[in-house]
């Protein structure tokens, strides 16, 4: 198993001889509006350069992962590199419709128990916020993965720490564990992803799992730097359970 941080949330998980491609945000530095009411706003996103050619990114994938529709999860870019014959996993049927209108021709609603060849997929719980903020930050998911030649991997996605994310550990033992990490808050209502206490509260409950941090350092309204977060893992004696990749690093498992 491998990991390839992109930028932001975007990775590719080499998984069982399939490339998986999450959450692509492939537009060029500066080619979307900052998200509104949160810090950093005269910073257009993305904030950097992808580490590589989107064509070389969309090239040889097998399945793509969208944890939601959010522009830093899926752009206008992603949207006319993808090839429309590439098999895609969406949360629900509304996003469904949204990205078959955009003339992809094989899009599938993740289940409890869905395939893709003879890899095991199915959609856990999330929060993208407090309960209070949902209507305003949208429902998202995340996936588990799962292969008898593979560590069993959890994508939690777009979620804060909660109960839910608790029970998904518990549910499927999770060696391997993503966290979108990268604190993402507005001016009212906290944080829509883990923060840094959140990854912290995440390794102590799944003490066994190796855990990757993305979704850090991509668009205007993330809080936590890969130093930030560095520098408290090496205090809490954590760091050799932790993977932050820089833009374009593979991680290897």
Known sequence: MKIQQIRNATII????????????????????APFPFSHHQKLRNPLHDLPMKAEDIVHNIDCVLLTHLHLDHIDDAAYKLLSKSVHIFVQDEQDRNTVLSHGFTHVE??????????????????????????????????YVLRHETEPVCYLAGDTIWYCGVRRNIDRWSPQVIIV????????????????????????????????????????NHNQVTRVALREEVMKCGKADRIHIPEDGEIVEM
């Not at 692509?24 to 500066?30: E, R, S, T």
Request: negative net charge; contains cysteine; glycine residues 14%.
């Open 13 to 32: 998980i080499e998984y069982a001889g399939k490339r998986f491609l999450v959450d692509p945000m492939l537009g060029g530095k500066g080619s979307f």
């Open 109 to 142: 609603i993740i289940g409890e128990d869905s395939r893709f060849d003879d890899i095991r997929l199915s959609k856990t719980e999330s929060h993208h916020g407090h309960w209070w903020m949902l209507p305003a930050a949208g429902h998202t998911c995340g």
């Open 180 to 219: 979108n990490a990268g604190g993402n808050k507005f001016h009212l209502g906290g944080h829509v992803i883990m923060h840094i206490p959140d990854v912290l509260k995440a390794m102590d409950y799944a003490p066994a799992a190796t855990f990757v941090a993305t979704h850090l350092e991509g668009v």
